[in-house]
């Protein structure tokens, strides 16, 4: 069993931070790309950040120059950093793995959603 377990969601003014985790865990062989994605109401779920095994990172648009992205590989562990954070970033957030399992299947895995709610 694979699972990504997020934390850090919750509510802030504009102009806050706020803090992201993402832990992988479970029968674990390796985890390669790893990303951050958000769905506002009525919205289609978009990427918003992505980083590779090497930390190699991109960005939407949207969000650059004010999030960062970055992983632990010794944890398992991605963080996604929210600064400067304006209302249209509320949203859902969502946290992606492609991992390779002990048994050696490669999955896609999501976390369960955590809500970031940016207060004008």
């Known amino acids: 069993q694979v699972q990504l377990v997020e934390s850090g969601g919750g509510l802030v003014q504009a102009g806050g931070s706020l803090r992201l985790s993402c832990a992988a865990s479970g029968s674990i062989f390796s985890v390669n790309g790893m990303g951050w994605y958000r769905q506002a109401p009525g919205k289609q779920r978009e990427l918003v950040a992505a980083i590779s095994s090497g930390s190699m990172t991109n960005y939407a648009d949207s969000v650059k120059g004010r999030f960062t992205i970055s992983r632990d590989n010794a944890k398992n562990t991605m963080y996604l950093q929210m600064n400067s954070l304006k209302p249209e970033d509320t949203a859902v957030y969502y946290c992606?793995?492609?991992?390779?399992?002990?048994?050696?299947?490669?999955?896609?895995?999501w976390g369960q959603g955590t809500l970031v709610t940016v207060s004008s």
């Open positions: 992606n793995a492609a991992i390779v399992a002990a048994s050696g299947r490669y999955l896609g895995v």
